[in-house]
């Protein structure tokens, strides 16, 4: 949907200027937390001070890291 293309146009600028996204989500928020795995966000460590789970993507990788 909507919320999933915006957030890969988003997180794709990101990549381009070298910036990792995170993401801070409650975790009964089901929604939130489909759009943020379609577009390859994982779950970096189980929860912030104020309950929310955080999650990134994988810092892609270069031919120069190879």
């Known amino acids: 949907g909507f919320a999933t293309e ?3 146009a988003l997180v794709a600028e990101a990549e381009r200027r070298g910036v990792r ?4 989500v409650r975790p009964e928020n089901a929604a939130s937390l489909r759009v943020l795995a379609k ?8 929860g ?7 999650l990134a993507r ?3 990788t270069t031919e120069r890291d190879r």
Do not use: K
Not at 39 to 46: A, C, K, V, W, Y
Not at 48 to 54: A, R, S, T
């Open 6 to 8: 915006a957030l890969r």
């Open 21 to 24: 996204v995170r993401a801070a």
């Open 39 to 46: 577009s390859g966000f994982t779950e970096l460590r189980g």
């Open 48 to 54: 912030d001070d104020d309950g929310n789970l955080v």
């Open 58 to 60: 994988p810092t892609p």
